[in-house]
């Protein structure tokens, strides 16, 4: 059976809104100030270890150029 592990980036006080920088949020890009080196080696780390990824679609139209 396969593990389902969901991840998301989201502040104490619940905002979950546009933690990249996208400029149509009036709260974006937060996420940027508080990521060090072992936390970015951690998301690094869950993505490479990951056999397939749900994303939404502003996420998946966001990441489809890349």
């Known amino acids: ?3 389902l ?3 998301e980036f989201v502040t104490l006080d619940g905002v979950m809104e546009a933690p990249g920088g ?3 949020h009036p709260h974006s ?3 940027f100030d508080f990521v060090g080196p ?3 080696q ?3 780390n869950e993505a ?3 056999e397939s990824h749900l994303l ?3 996420t998946y139209e966001s990441f489809a150029g890349a």
Do not use: F, H, I
């Open 22 to 24: 996208e400029p149509t």
């Open 48 to 50: 490479l270890e990951a």
């Open 38 to 40: 072992e936390q970015e």
């Open 56 to 58: 939404g679609r502003v």
């Open 42 to 44: 951690s998301k690094l």
């Open 1 to 3: 059976m396969s593990r």
């Open 29 to 31: 890009g937060w996420v």
């Open 5 to 7: 592990m969901v991840t």
